[in-house]
């Protein structure tokens, strides 16, 4: 079992988080296993609950190494208390990120939990300086990506230049973009709109050498109709913005299901709506989205949510996947080799004074 | 027809502004009439278009007083531009609420120019420091009104407090409930979320001697599930709230119309469905939230949207009555004389320091 680990894939898991662990995120693995079946999982939790989960998947099995941990992160845990225990589940998780035997970990635990100890352990890349949240939002043809959703409620300029790097990279390693349209989320399109560190933002991501296809700014409302493959905002802007999406999704979704229900006629029609249903749930379904991505560290944490079922377990573990597979970590590094955001922000900055 | 305006309702109109001018104006006008046969109306507008629009309806002619304006606001118009000229149709009607003529006014015009023309001759109430946009959004069982949607793009503690207050007598004024449930939009329940400017302005509130009942804090994805009747934000935030709900409305229409296109069977199965599509229009349909009132001057301005049709014209007239009925602007004074925000406001940020 030893020689598992020798491979470069490894994926480290944390057994323990989420709403009806280890049972979903043991058949989450199955799922991912088996459309990569070259990566190897290193699980983190109770043996005595997680072993026989994979006694059940033998083939599965075969791809892990299971870690015995004595504790788990429960949700109500705050992180300053959860930062101090080496022994959960999570916590080992992440660690075998920091000791460079896996190269990204996922967790469906306590999301802040999770960020404290990624931050601490693995700490930001040289050059970074917040760390941001990313996922995968759906649009009318496709998929685009949005950073930052909550890591930071107060960004300045250069924490919105450096999280559109990173969100680059991300539509590239996650979305297989080769060259993503990265936009600046604003309350107008117009050079004129907006916050003062949005327009300075602007002018940084044009003046850098980042290697980015720049596309100004764009309005929450353009997002579904492809304006944008990476969409930047400091995580207060993004976190109401993708609460938003989620609460008029949820309020459309119980209008139709109540005018259905109160519609006899409709209740007769729903047979012929099986196909249309079936095709909202390809494209619209949230297992389908799950996984947010903390980049900006040294290492990979990847939060699935604590509700979902196997299949969306399985989504953000392919997340992870894909972004180890192209090395996510050090093509941010390289990319910052060619571009010194902050001196030319300072000047940026100073410029507008 | 001078009689007509000794009366006290009186709204004032800018017939010239939106896609379909003035036809749509003064088609929504009829059906704002039949509900509210007292209002009277002064018409701004090319006379030329507007008498045989007038002409058409003896009923609502009746209700009008028809002022000739020799030019028009357009869209590409900018604001500094438009406050100095004072032969514009939206002038004029903005002029005649200064005059005391009428005590509002509603344009389908350019809405920068709407607010500035509005902020430079109508002047904020006394005590209040920012005028707030104002709208009305749709929940699960009801409705909500959500400030600012773009006046301010920051804010202060202040300035939240003062939007609660005016938010709370709108929601009052034009949703008829009694006693509204105040909350202040934010990426977090708990007192410690969110930014320093929102967790003042709940302490604000909480020790002001306002007479609203406040929530706390509410979360974007909480809003269709009745958690608040008011929700307040800054004009940024709001704004990306609002988009961004436009937004994922518009992309779960599109997947629906684009499944059902592409399933013969869905086709079939229309028929059944006609009374589903007529309660989700009755319900959601933009037409019935139009309208965007522009708060906490001396006198309110509405905006309503450029490309609606009568339907959607009538319901931003229809608000405007119901505000100038319960006389909006002097119970915002009213309230303001209980209460000093503005040392209360000083006391808490002091102390934050």
Redesign the interface.
Known sequence: MEQVLSDNLVISIDAMGGDNSPRVVIEGLVEASLKNPDVRFLVYGDEGKVKPLLNKYPRLKEKCELRHATEVVRNEDKPSQVIRNRNTSMYMAIDAVRRGEAKAIVSAGNTGALMAISKLSLKTIQKIHRPAIVTIM???AGKYVMLDL?AN??CDALNLAEFALMGNIVAQHALGIARPRVGL?N?GAEDMK??EEIKQAAQIIKNSHMNIEFVGFV???????GKADVVVAD???G??????????????????K???K??P??I?????????KL??KK??DPRLYNGAMFVGLNGLSVKSHGGTDALGYSVAVGHAISMVRQDFVATIREELEHVDLDELSQEIIYDAY
Chains 1, 2 share one sequence.
């Open positions: 759906p649009s009318i909550g409620t107060e989320l309350i907006g916050k309005e929450p409302h353009d997002l579904p109709f995580g207060f802007t976190n109401i913005a993708l609460k938003s999406i989620e609460g008029a999704a949820k309020l459309i979704m119980t209008k139709i109540n005018a259905i109160t519609s006629l409709a007769l029609g729903l047979p012929f709506m099986m196909g249309v095709k909202l494209s619209l």
